[in-house]
């Protein structure tokens, strides 16, 4: 007896959320196997101590809010997905092909 496969959609469901993060940096890494993608907040100094020592080092340190590893494989889908979502914010027109990442 053959088993029929059907495919799976995948739906975000706003009840099983978490917290939602604040970013306004990322750092990304990239390997053969991933990329990873490290979220992190910036925040200018809160003193003139961290403002002087800011400019001694040459250093602002941010905190990491979230790290978030993105298999190779659905990295072309991701990148295409967020271009076409850039590309309804200031209003041109989409064209890619392939898989979809919503």
Excluded: W
Aim: net charge negative.
């Amino acid at each position: 007896m053959a088993h029929d496969e059907k495919p799976v959609k995948i739906v975000a469901d706003p009840t099983l959320s978490s917290p939602r993060i604040y970013s306004n940096y990322v750092q990304v890494n990239a390997s053969p196997v991933d990329c990873t993608l490290t979220f992190c907040e910036v925040i200018g100094p809160q003193s003139e101590q961290e403002a002087l020592r800011m400019q001694e080092t040459g250093v602002l340190p941010a905190p990491v809010k979230a790290v978030i590893a993105v298999p190779a494989q659905i990295l072309d889908g991701l990148i295409q997905a967020l271009q076409a979502q850039r590309d309804k914010h200031v209003g041109r027109p989409q064209s890619f092909s392939g898989s979809t990442v919503q």
